[in-house]
């Protein structure tokens, strides 16, 4: 009997302390206050009830998202944003998902999670870079800092070369911004009373932003100063040719060649034929003169071959006239003939060149800039080495009195022509050169006669294509 009572004491005892174990584990699984000492980024949470804290995490967060952040540039200007405006967020995921196993679910996993509850707790910030780009937009910059301004050249009227400095300007680095702004973002709730007070101020790091054109490059291009001057007299020219003589050069003016580039007057002529057109003036067809479009703009590239020569470039492509031209000596000029005959030289100096042409008053004008040795000059010189003497074609003309003849044109004499060029240095001659033997054909004098009646006949030449030169061709 004594040993079933010693029994069931034994039994009601295990009973008592399992029930003592469970309320123990119940009420601390069930508490609803947070672990003594824990603490959330600074703020210090222990035995804050869940409710509690929830509210006053939303309100904090809330706060440190509305924190001033002023962004100080150049010029004392500055930009005032909150941090939630400069693309900063925060959250504390993972103390929420912390706290909800505490105060939900079964009771084990809730003893559980309170046993291994962190004492410290750390809020997640982000930033979206994108956010803060809106406000220092490029039109923020513009505003702020201004745009560069390109680095000018220009040449004046007495043939000075003259620069004017680029003028630059700002934009945000934001390689280095993103990284200054990723460390100042405030983490410790700890110190939202005082950053409440104050805010975060930054300097915004800074790029020089460079225009397209800077001194250093322009300069580097070797515009340096005038290196050849030709000019050639428009003599009796009238308005038509004149008018002509104007719109190839403002065609040619201005012409900024590379190094190594080529020169193409027929695409010059082109460009005027389209900006500033053609007028009626004399041409040379198959070497006779005769009305056409266009006369006299091979005034311009004979002048621009005297600059060229003067200046020790490269010709690629020169024809003489077939007619002797009055401004130039034989051997000196340049024709064009549209779609045949072209004038073309490269650019040799290693440096940029600039072409300027103008008619002024009864003068064409052509001037080269670039880079071109002080020391060294040429000089062109042409020699007549044969005359070739003019023939005489007779055509058949039955108006005439039998026996009977006249000249209907008079012969011209021609010419072959060579010319040299020379090179001095130190005023030294160290070279000299043949540029070219040009023949000017004899001009046939033209007789006509009438042998016996025959019927009157043309002549042969009036069947040839025509080939105009100093002009264009007709539409």
Known sequence: MKKIHIALSGVIGLLLAGSLVLGGLHLYGSQNTLPKDTDLAGWDISGMSFVEVRAGLDERLKAIQALPLVLRAEGNTELTLTLKQ????????????????????????????????????????????????????????????????DATRRITVDDRVLYTPETTSYEVDWTTL??????AIPTRLSRLEALQGMGITLEVPLAVLLPDVTLKALKGQGIER???????????SGPGRTFNVDSAAKAVNGTVLPPGAIFDYGKAIEEAKTKYGFRQAPVIVNGKLQPGMGGGICQVSSTLYNAA???????????????????????????FAEGYINFRFRNTTGKYLIIKAAVQGRSLTVKLFGTFPQNTSYQVHSQTVEILAAS????????????????????????????????????????????SRDVYPAQKRLIAVNRAGTSKSGSPENLRKPLVEDGIRSE
């Open 86 to 149: 400069a693309g900063v967020t925060f959250e504390a995921e993972d103390f929420l998902r912390g706290l909800k196993e505490l105060d939900e679910g079964k009771l084990m996993k809730r003893v559980k999670a309170r046993r291994s509850f962190p004492q410290s707790w750390s809020l997640g910030a982000h930033l979206e870079i994108k956010e803060l780009q809106a406000s220092l937009s490029p039109a923020w910059e513009r505003e702020t800092f201004g745009v560069p301004v």
């Open 178 to 183: 993103e990284t200054t702004m990723r460390a």
């Open 226 to 236: 005038k290196i050849a001057q030709f000019s050639t007299n428009l003599g009796a």
């Open 309 to 335: 020569l003067r200046s020790g470039l490269e010709i690629v492509e020169r024809h003489n006239h077939s007619l002797p031209v009055s401004y130039l000596p034989k051997g000196q000029d340049a024709t």
């Open 392 to 435: 005489d074609k007779y055509i058949s003309d039955s108006s005439l009195s039998p026996g009977s003849s006249r000249v209907i044109q008079s012969g011209k004499t021609g010419y072959v022509v060579e010319t040299y060029i020379t090179r001095f240095i130190d005023g030294k001659a160290v070279e000299k050169k043949k540029l």
